[in-house]
């Protein structure tokens, strides 16, 4: 479980400058959605996490995610260099310390050591991930003899559609309200269901049924400035609000076969749903074909 307290920013802009550089290497730049590290106290860092948000299936994803990864090995080796570089003569003195050849060329000595990169992929939809997870499948068909000595990369993929309930479940935070709907969302009995079952999602907070909202592009309605949304209730006005949209479709369609014009069918949408003809009008007009 990694907590929330243990975590610190870090800059999301990855820079890396080939190996072996001279005048005419061109630097790569990568911004990640999410880049923090996990600390397992104030000073010395655990890990860094890297988080990357996808809504579409992206077929090359073992490539992107290893490039950001090693793109931030070489910055770790960049920056150790150049601390070996500002302190190289103070340790000379204090300690008598010469590098050796390569550890000077290279700038990393042999005692240095990288802080391990996790790198998270998060699906924000209902539909199962079918993409490659390792770079292992992303390979035309070779040789075993050949493909043994091939790099391999590993994506960590957390996609609702992927996933079972129970392992939904083993979430800590708000997260797993967020991909339990997710997963349902196209589902209205199962989801009605799971809502329903669940507590905390007559409580959510507002930050996650916001992305609820966005991800599942669903009609929600509740309060922006309230702290937690009753996802209940909202599910409930969103009901309630197409099953209105559906009477006034049918009410124009109907209106509109026995030849009313579309003034006389505005005034009477308007009486029938105690709208404003302004409101009247905007809605006979979503119709009006």
Not at 113 to 132: C, H, K, M, N, Q
Not at 186 to 208: G, I, Y
């Amino acid at each position: 479980m990694i907590k929330p307290e243990k975590l610190k920013e870090l800059d999301t802009t990855e820079i890396a400058v080939p190996y072996g550089n001279g005048n005419a290497s061109v630097p790569e730049q990568r911004y990640r959605d999410v880049l923090k590290t996990v600390m397992t106290d104030g000073n010395t860092a655990y890990c860094i996490l890297g988080i990357e948000n996808a809504s579409d299936i992206h077929y090359a994803i073992p490539v992107k995610n290893g490039l950001y990864d090693l793109m931030q090995f070489a910055r770790q080796v960049s920056e150790t260099a150049k601390s070996h570089k500002c302190r190289e003569k103070e340790r000379i003195c204090a300690e008598g310390y010469r590098p050796s050849q390569g550890e000077y060329l290279g700038g990393f000595y042999k005692t240095d050591r990288l802080i391990p990169v996790l790198t998270l992929t998060v699906f924000y939809s209902a539909e199962e991930w079918d993409g490659p997870l390792t770079l292992r499948e992303m390979y035309s068909a070779a040789d075993e003899e050949i493909m043994q000595y091939v790099p391999d990369y590993k994506v960590n993929l957390i996609a609702p559609g992927n996933m079972a309930e129970k392992e939904i479940e083993e979430f800590h935070s708000s997260l797993k309200e967020v991909m339990l709907y997710i997963k349902y969302s196209k589902d209205k009995k199962k989801l009605q269901e799971v809502t329903e079952k669940n507590k905390n999602f007559r409580s959510l907070e507002l930050q996650a049924a916001e992305v609820i909202r966005v991800v599942t592009n669903s009609k929600l309605k509740y309060q922006k400035g309230q702290e937690a949304v009753d996802m209940c209730a909202a599910l409930e006005e969103m009901k309630m609000d197409s099953r209105i949209e559906g009477e006034i479709k049918g009410s124009v369609e109907t209106y509109r076969e026995v030849d009313f014009s579309i003034q006389e069918t505005v005034k009477r949408i308007a009486e029938k749903f105690s709208f404003s003809l302004q409101k009247s009008e905007e809605e006979v007009r979503k119709y009006w074909k």
